[in-house]
């Protein structure tokens, strides 16, 4: 993480600080719990410090796009497309994991 970033954090309170470790942990728990032993972890916590910078430089915006990218997925699964048209590039390594475990 970037030093500015905790200066940023320093006047944020409590919640703040939990709600952005929620975020990041309920998109990783999932899945590291189906893949067991899996050899991507150094892409996974890539992807987990490029969350934490987002969600600390702005939250509301970053949990939008993140479930924009969510329902572009799960409707392109649906329809046969492509998986990855029109999902936000940050979190395109969490996509492509997903999509190998489906």
């Known amino acids: ?3 500015d970033n905790f200066k940023r954090l320093i006047g944020k309170n409590i919640q703040t600080y939990r709600m952005i ?3 990041v942990d309920g998109l ?3 899945i590291l719990i189906t893949t067991g ?3 991507e972890y150094k892409i996974l916590d890539q992807f987990a410090k490029k969350m934490f ?3 600390i430089d702005n939250y509301a915006e970053t949990i939008s796009r993140l479930k924009y990218s969510k329902k572009i997925f799960k409707k ?3 329809e046969g497309k492509y998986l990855f048209d029109g999902v936000h590039e940050e979190f395109m390594p969490y996509f492509r994991i997903c999509s190998h475990l489906m």
């Open 76 to 78: 392109n699964f649906a």
């Open 28 to 30: 990783l728990m999932p």
């Open 21 to 23: 470790y929620n975020t």
């Open 1 to 3: 993480m970037r030093p």
């Open 53 to 55: 910078e987002c969600l």
């Open 37 to 39: 032993a899996m050899n």
